[in-house]
């Protein structure tokens, strides 16, 4: 059975993402196989960012049917959850929420307020992650791995080992960010290229990597456009996004061997209750990312999340968009939290 959202805040409602156009489709969506039995289960909402349409879409079924939500933010893109603590990535801003007391609440509905805000300015940033100093993003526009600050857009913590500068160049498309123990531990980017929009110039469907932070170097080559490097269950997993595929790296062989082969540019991966989360983009065939490889096996590209049984590579449910989101960057779970709202700061 299809489900449609509700739109719980009007446009320009939330003031720290920039406003919204005053139309905007509602997202519709086709559960598939068992999503809604293990969202069900899992007792969690999963989140989900649709950065061209402008959406954190919020899935949950607390009495066994699928309820969705969409929170418009302008361009929300990385994402990432920890205990009470919530991070979503907009256009120049990082915004960070709380989860109220849940025995404050006179309801069953839980409560994310924004309590922080960063002004990161124009850095394209892509994957997000909570460590043990606090939260860490790709910067995407300068190559490198770095921290929100007061004072300034951001503070560099890490940049690959080809890269000889700190410029506001996007020169290698440096977009993933994996931590392990609390740690910035792996990213990916698209090529190793050290000069303006190298990404844009290289064979992007062989050229991409996999680097390794703590060693400072690349692990894994001739990736087509990777993306969400994980650490779970003792290994290391990826988006081989323009191959639709779900990976996970062998540190013996330097390959990403192929878990599973899904209709859609792979992209936002997170792992809970015995599945990992895949998101899924419909990328336009003119556009930058567009992938021959997962067309052409595929044909009809698909938008949602996908849920992988990691241990056989099985699809054993999903949640197609079928209208009002094209393109996925993140997914997250919330465990334990079964109406989420998520609440931001109104305009200054």
């Known amino acids: 059975m299809a489900a449609h959202s509700t739109d719980d805040l009007a446009d320009g409602d939330n ?6 156009p005053r139309v905007a489709t509602p997202l519709a969506a086709e559960p598939r196989g068992d999503f809604v039995r293990w969202l069900a289960a899992a007792r969690g909402t999963l989140a989900v960012t649709t950065y061209t349409s402008g959406k954190l879409v919020l899935a949950s079924a607390p009495a066994g049917e699928l309820v969705l939500r969409e929170i418009k933010f302008t361009r929300p893109m990385g994402m ?3 205990g009470p603590r919530l991070a979503i990535a907009v256009r120049e801003q990082l915004l960070i929420f709380r989860r109220d007391d849940p025995t404050a609440a006179g309801n069953n ?3 994310y307020r924004q309590v922080e805000t960063y002004d990161t300015g124009k850095l394209n940033v892509h994957d997000v992650a909570f460590g043990r100093r606090g939260v860490h993003f790709a910067n995407t526009r300068y190559n490198c791995i770095a921290r929100p600050s007061d004072r300034v857009n951001f503070l560099r913590v890490w940049q690959p080992p080809f890269i000889a500068e700190m410029i506001a160049q996007d020169r290698c498309h440096l977009n993933g960010l994996g931590m ?3 740690r910035p531990a792996m990213t990916t980017a698209f090529c190793e ?3 303006k929009g190298g990404w844009r110039e290289e064979n992007r469907f ?3 990597v996999l680097i390794d932070m703590g060693a400072d170097r690349v692990v894994a080559t001739g990736l087509c456009m990777p993306h969400s490097p994980r650490w779970a269950g003792g290994a290391w997993w990826l988006c081989n996004s323009g191959e639709g595929t779900l990976c996970r790296f062998d540190p ?3 390959q990403c061997e192929p878990i599973a082969y899904l209709p859609g540019f792979t992209r936002g991966l997170s792992f809970a209750a015995g599945r990992a989360i895949v998101g899924l983009s419909k990328i336009r065939p003119e556009h930058i990312l567009d992938a021959p490889p997962v067309r052409d096996r595929h044909g009809d590209l698909q938008a949602g999340v996908a ?3 990691a241990k056989s590579g099985r699809e054993t449910g999903a949640l197609q968009f079928t209208r009002g989101g094209n393109e996925v960057f993140e997914t997250a779970f919330l465990p334990g939290v079964l109406d989420a709202q998520v609440i931001c700061q109104p305009a200054a």
């Open 180 to 182: 392990r123990d609390g």
């Open 80 to 82: 990432s959850v920890n």
């Open 206 to 208: 062989a050229s991409g």
């Open 193 to 195: 290229c050290d000069h």
């Open 15 to 20: 003031g720290s993402a920039e406003r919204q």
């Open 109 to 111: 509905e839980t409560i």
């Open 252 to 254: 013996a062989s330097g």
């Open 307 to 309: 849920l992988i049984d």
